[in-house]
């Protein structure tokens, strides 16, 4: 049985059903086209078609395929094209994928079961069944090999996935597709010499293995393939799904590439250089962040820094001046990466300041604030997160980037040096790549008591010297409060001497009638307040 030849109904259909369950020949499963709590759909083969689909409550076949993405054309194979039933050690085979030589020559095969096992076997003429399961000393190699090495010999570009189903997808679609026998963390070296000199695309699958095999197929490429890019699905988890659910190849989603090799230019002359003339301030947030500025906001603990960070973003997405509402500009892509909060936190505290900016006639556009929430933090001093910050940034091409706080983003100590040299050394990278302007928060230190102590972020003094600017905040040394109330009014303290003009308020108050949490203190309107 060749794996060319899908086994429609366990390999196509199955898989995105829901509460799947096997009686005799057939199968049962919540129907996908209405609220099915106990399973009313049956699955079965039929006489001339490879799958029926039979709905208790009346739903149509063509709105069953579609709830999964899927089109009767999608599932007519006529029947005698369908491949028989395999037995595996690991329950029966929904598909059987033949690995062969240069000259076609079967040399094992891995089998799929509807559990996503892959037992793997190969001929041996003195077994019973013909088969052993194990693959002892054979050969391996790359899945398709013959046509790989023809496309490759052509010029064609190819396509690397993590596993068999999505070679087929891509195939579908009239590419030339190749994976590794045993999944995620199997490429071996030997393998890259097969794609010496071609250009190839690897779909990552969009989970931290999937990941992380693809930045280790790139690896093992690099100098021996002429170009190298890694994309992910931009709907579901591979290929397979990003395909069924009609998105195009066009619209893989790119998160990392080779790099172009570089050109040696001289340096330019004294004369030249003073003679260009400059270019506009290119502003993320008109008066406040330039494209490739870096901010660290830090802040004594409780008065809402995390707060006003947000309420940056949702305004940077809806195009609004965070502190001048009535000044607008075009909306900018924001990615937020929170290493400090859950999602059910972050839901709760951007509710309403997405109501704001429709109360507002602001609305972020669909896609504009991207988030991304990791709790467990991040450790940029590694090189699998240093990688995983820059596929996303790569893949979302923000022009502003909030990431923090910066003590979650390494495990190391906060007031080592080397370890906030590597943190920031990523940064800088992914602000480059993006062109966007980094903001992080930090905490501001405790060593000082009352509302004077120093704003300066806590850990290595390389903090004092990274950022183009600095801004922490303090209560308001003119208010006075009652023992255990908040503070309402906060003063924005710069602690670094910045690097160019900026107009960043002086004094804020928490609370406005739109919904902001943050506004400008009243009285610091067309005085100090910019």
Request: glycine share 10%; with cysteine; charged share 25%.
């Amino acid at each position: 049985m060749d794996g060319q030849l899908m086994d429609v109904l366990r390999e196509l259909v199955l898989p995105k059903l829901e509460g799947v369950r096997q009686s005799g020949g057939s199968f049962s499963a919540r129907c996908p086209a209405h609220d099915d709590r106990n399973p009313s759909l049956s699955i079965s083969v039929g006489h001339t078609q490879p799958v029926v689909l039979k709905c208790q409550a009346g739903c149509e076949t063509v709105d069953i395929l579609a709830a999964i993405g899927l089109t009767e054309a999608d599932v007519c194979t006529p029947r005698d094209e369908q491949p028989r039933e395999e037995w595996t050690p690991r329950g029966p085979a929904v598909a059987v994928y033949d690995y062969v030589s240069e000259n076609g020559e079967l040399l094992f095969q891995v089998c799929r079961t509807l559990g996503k096992e892959f037992p793997q076997r190969r001929p041996d003429p003195t077994a019973k069944s013909g088969w052993r399961w194990s693959l002892g000393d054979v050969r391996r190699v790359l899945y398709r090999l013959p046509k790989l090495i023809e496309a490759v010999r052509d010029g064609k570009p190819v396509w690397i996935t993590e596993g068999e189903k999505d070679v087929h997808a891509l195939e579908a679609r009239g590419l030339v597709a190749t994976c590794n026998p045993g999944g995620a963390g199997k490429f071996r070296a030997e393998y890259a010499e097969v794609l010496r000199d071609a250009e190839v695309t690897i779909v990552a699958d969009a989970d931290k293995p999937g990941q992380a095999h693809a930045r280790q197929v790139a690896a093992m490429l690099d100098g021996i393939a002429a170009h190298v890019r890694i994309v992910e699905a931009a709907v579901g988890k591979d290929a397979a799904d990003h395909l069924a659910a009609g998105r195009t190849v066009e619209g893989f989603v790119e998160t990392w590439a080779s790099d172009e090799p570089a050109k040696v230019d001289l340096a330019v002359d004294l004369w030249e250089f003073i003679g260009q003339s400059d270019p506009p301030y290119d502003w993320v947030v008109p008066g406040l962040l330039e494209r490739g500025d870096r901010l660290i906001l830090t802040g004594f603990e409780g008065l809402g820094k995390s707060m006003l960070t947000r309420q940056l973003a949702v305004c940077a997405a809806a195009g609004i001046h965070p502190f001048e509402w009535s000044r607008t500009y075009e909306p900018r892509r924001v990615l937020m990466i929170d290493c400090e909060n859950s999602e059910r936190q972050g839901r709760r505290r951007f509710r309403p300041l997405a109501a704001a900016s429709i109360k507002v006639s602001r609305r972020v556009p669909d896609g504009g604030l991207r988030l991304i929430h990791k709790p467990e933090g991040i450790d940029l001093t590694r090189e699998g997160d240093a990688a995983w910050l820059m596929e996303r940034v790569t893949a979302h091409a923000p022009e502003l980037l909030i990431v923090g706080p910066f003590y979650r983003l390494h495990m190391g100590d906060m007031n080592d040096e080397r370890v906030a040299r590597k943190v920031v050394g990523i940064l800088d990278a992914v602000r480059t790549k993006a062109d966007c302007a980094v903001v992080t928060e930090a905490h501001a230190g405790h060593g000082e008591a009352g509302r004077n102590r120093s704003v300066r972020p806590l850990g290595s003094s390389l903090l004092l010297r990274w950022p183009e600017f600095g801004f922490g905040i303090a209560p308001d040394s003119r208010q006075e409060v009652g023992p255990g109330q908040p503070y309402r009014d906060v003063e924005v303290r710069p602690w670094r001497g910045a690097r160019d003009e900026r107009n960043w308020p002086t004094h804020l108050t928490w609370g406005d009638p739109d919904g902001w949490p943050w506004q400008i203190a009243p009285e610091t309107i067309g005085g100090k307040g910019f």
